[in-house]
């Protein structure tokens, strides 16, 4: 979370996690102890779907906390997501979608409902005459503004039950998480996909 813009809590369009074939299934969690654990293929995998589980668990309480958040603003979860990606700079929407994790034609719904609602405005783009700049209006910043305070203590209040280093942690690994997906997509797209159906994790619900 990021106080001084009130950036959006993460939020996204997954579905719930499902069946991952028994892999991540409380009732058969390997209990983690000597590193050398990690060898174990089977381990690897209830990691696997242990973290995605959580991660689609998270997922839905980020969603419905930023749904109450955004509520006094007259935002949705959706709307602040969109308006929290432009406000230190213009992007066009197919940066937003890269940059928010979903995908360009739900990120450009969202973004002719702002502009229709006078929240945002599309600005020329230099780089690109066609891909158009989403920018956020006087009343659109002022909209995130107003969801300050409940961000702000919410922040507060999930620091003191984490802790500060704890919280700090938490957000740095979910940080290596992502780019390590990333790069793992990067070097070979087929590498996230090669995976025993057992361990696979499932897909997002379609949007």
Do not use: C
């Not at 700090?168 to 070979?188: F, K």
Request: hydrophobic share 45%.
């Amino acid at each position: 979370m990021r106080e001084a813009t009130h950036e959006p809590l993460p939020a996204g369009n997954l579905g719930g996690a499902g069946d991952l074939g028994g892999v991540g299934d409380p009732g058969g969690r390997a209990e983690l102890g000597d590193p050398a654990d990690l060898k174990d293929g089977r381990t690897q995998q209830d990691l696997l779907s242990r973290t995605a589980l959580g991660v689609f668990r998270l997922n839905g309480q980020f969603l419905a906390i930023s749904e109450e958040l955004a509520k006094p603003a007259g935002l949705t979860a959706a709307w602040w997501q969109v308006l929290g990606a432009v406000l230190r700079e213009p992007l066009p929407v197919a940066g937003i979608a890269r940059s928010m994790g979903i995908t360009r034609q739900s990120v450009q719904r969202i973004a002719d409902l702002l502009v229709a609602k006078g929240l945002a405005e599309y600005a020329p783009n230099p780089a690109h005459r066609r891909a158009k700049l989403l920018r956020p209006t006087e009343e659109g910043r002022g909209a995130v503004d107003r969801i300050g305070p409940g961000h702000a203590a919410l922040a507060a209040r999930l620091t003191a039950e984490l802790g500060d280093a704890a919280f700090a942690e938490t957000v740095r690994a979910l940080e290596r998480l992502a780019s390590a997906l990333d790069a793992l997509e990067s070097a070979a797209p087929s590498a996230t996909s090669s995976a025993a159906p057992s361990a696979a994790v499932p897909a997002p619900a379609p949007e």
